[in-house]
């Protein structure tokens, strides 16, 4: 319908520009024209340029000769567009705001925040927790550097640590004395154990190869630990490679009696192969194999990378070589199969083992509790090493993570409850005598052990513990983790089915106390326990010459400790 403008009927003075009731005179006369014309339509689509143009003036402006202008007629409620852009742009900024708070803040594991603390950290003791915080700090503290200095002045000064040798005893004694001597509220000694002793003496392996200028090749080779010796002037022999213990059993007598068995494994995971290093002489000398050569069990492939290790005593010797060059010597023996050149070599090995040599010692350290001190949380790694390297990394490093620990909460001046106690374990590489030594000398008072902790797979950047506990614990100690640990990024608690807690405290774990091991990252790739390739790092360099102090990080080592020593604060203060 069209709307009609009413006439003002005022009389506009000649000569001056239209009023607006001129004005409105003539957009009526307009509007009266516009109807009749829309009334002639027969169609109601179709509307007149020029009426629809005045239409649209009438919604916007009237021109008025430049005397009146009629501002446009908008809806306050309507926002423009660009003060919409305006408002989603703030809004995406506040939204952007909201994730990064939460994610960097809120749940920053840079931070402790009580407002998201578990009801297992609220009910614990103020006084606890403040100095829990107080350890957790110190792991930042980059000039605390004590912890790899020692352990780089007792490897240079002492080297290895092989059990029986002369400079276990003398490793041990510098401990002792260092900790008696240096820090404060700690007390060291010793406890007897007796151990084997056994000895590498020369040893050889010469591979021939006519073709070769002189020849032959001379094989670089380590005996495996526990290992018979080799007759005076060695065993000369073909070598038959073998990929397991079924294709061992498969070849039988006919194949392998006479011969030198060589077990040239494909390396997947220390667990899955080790079996060939450890059992490998026992299960060919019962097809009348002369000796064994092993793979060394790394995943590693160089001709360099010669691994020792413990192997179950058997009446044949046994020794490692490396992953080349035990691929040299199945190639050798591929081609040999069309020709008569089977790869033949000749080992010299001047092992010897004596049983119940000498006593030896584990080293002890305790910080005495404060109102329960019978109760014993306890902080291990074992002491000894192979004669290789100098056993820096296994395990030198994981025994002086718990001296650190221990020494670290000596210095807060508050003692926990319960005592903390350092054990170094004597003669885990081979028979685990100073394990069962401190067992049989405890045995009265292992219900008093509350906990108890091993570090025996390398101390890198600190992850957590892998916990063999009762459901209860296990959830305390992963609240605990979440709340306070997470800062140095050892807040993580995995279970067994991952990594068992450790060898050492195995007959506590399983006689009742309760267990974890200490657990790291792999500097490597960042692999974390449970994920693909989370131990080759370690596996790079376990029982080899390459074992030495470098492979420590001051830095990683020192987080660790701090990272232990709040663990086992809140386990001996709980």
Not at 33 to 57: F, G, H, I, N, Q
Not at 313 to 332: G, L
Request: net charge negative; aromatic share 8%.
């Amino acid at each position: 319908m069209c709307k009609m403008i009413p006439d003002e009927k005022k009389p506009v003075p000649w000569g001056l520009p239209p009023l607006r009731a001129e004005v409105q005179r003539r957009r009526q006369a307009e509007a009266e024209s516009t109807c009749s014309e829309e009334k002639r339509s027969t169609s109601p689509a179709v509307v007149d340029r020029k009426s629809t143009k005045l239409a649209m003036e009438d919604h916007y402006q009237v021109e008025s000769n430049g005397y009146t202008l009629l501002q446009p007629k908008r809806n306050p409620d309507v926002m423009s567009h660009s003060k919409r852009m305006i408002v989603f742009l703030v809004g995406m900024a506040l939204m952007a705001g909201a994730v990064l708070y939460i994610r960097f803040v809120m749940y920053d594991p840079r931070v402790i925040d009580p407002s998201t603390f578990s009801a297992t950290t609220l009910g614990t003791n103020p006084d606890t927790l403040e100095t829990v915080d107080r350890l957790l700090r110190a792991g930042f503290d980059q000039s605390n550097t004590v912890a790899w200095d020692r352990l780089a002045e007792m490897t240079d000064m002492y080297g290895h640590r092989m059990t029986g040798s002369k400079a276990y005893d003398h490793s041990a004694e510098w401990v002792v004395k260092t900790a008696n001597s240096q820090d404060k509220n700690l007390t060291a000694y010793t406890e007897p154990v007796w151990v084997n002793q056994w000895t590498r003496g020369s040893e050889s392996l010469r591979l021939f190869v006519p073709t070769r200028d002189t020849g032959f090749i001379q094989v670089p080779l380590l005996g495996l630990g526990n290992s018979v010796g080799t007759p005076r002037d060695g065993i000369e022999a073909n070598v038959i490679p073998v990929h397991s213990f079924k294709e061992l059993h498969e070849l039988g007598n006919a194949s392998i009696a006479g011969n030198i068995v060589l077990f040239n494994f494909n390396y997947t995971t220390y667990d899955a192969v080790v079996q060939f290093r450890t059992r490998g002489a026992i299960e060919a000398a019962k097809y009348g194999a002369l000796a064994v050569l092993v793979r060394s069990v790394t995943p590693d492939s160089e001709f360099h990378s010669i691994h020792t290790g413990s192997s179950a005593r058997a009446t044949i010797p046994a020794a490692a070589i490396s992953p080349a060059d035990a691929n040299m010597i199945e190639r050798i023996y591929k081609r040999a199969q069309t020709s008569d050149n089977v790869p033949r070599v000749k080992l010299v090995m001047n092992a010897r083992l004596m049983e119940n040599a000498k006593q030896s010692a584990n080293v002890i350290i305790d910080l005495k509790g404060s109102t329960a001190p019978e109760e014993i949380v306890l902080l291990s790694g074992h002491f000894d090493s192979w004669d290789i390297g100098v056993g820096a990394m296994d395990d030198g490093a994981g025994a002086f993570l718990a001296w650190e620990a221990a020494r670290l909460i000596a210095l807060e001046g508050r003692p926990p409850r319960r005592t903390i106690r350092v054990v170094m374990w004597n003669n885990e590489e081979t028979l685990q005598r100073g394990a069962k030594a401190y067992y049989k000398q405890h045995e009265h008072e292992i219900k008093q052990h509350r906990f108890a902790i091993e570090s025996d797979i390398g101390v890198f950047e600190p992850w957590g513990l892998t916990v063999a506990a009762d459901p209860k614990m296990v959830s305390n100690l992963r609240n605990y983790g979440m709340d306070l640990i997470k800062i140095l990024g050892a807040g993580n608690v995995t279970t067994t089915d991952v990594e068992g807690p450790g060898t050492d405290i195995a007959m506590l774990c399983d006689n009742g106390v309760p267990c974890a091991g200490f657990l790291g990252a792999n500097p490597e790739n960042g692999a974390v326990p449970g994920e693909p390739h989370w131990e080759d790092h370690y596996f790079r360099y376990h029982h080899t010459n390459n074992d030495r102090v470098e492979i420590i990080d001051k830095h990683q080592l020192r987080r660790s400790a701090a990272a232990l020593a709040a663990w086992a604060y809140l386990i001996a203060d709980m």
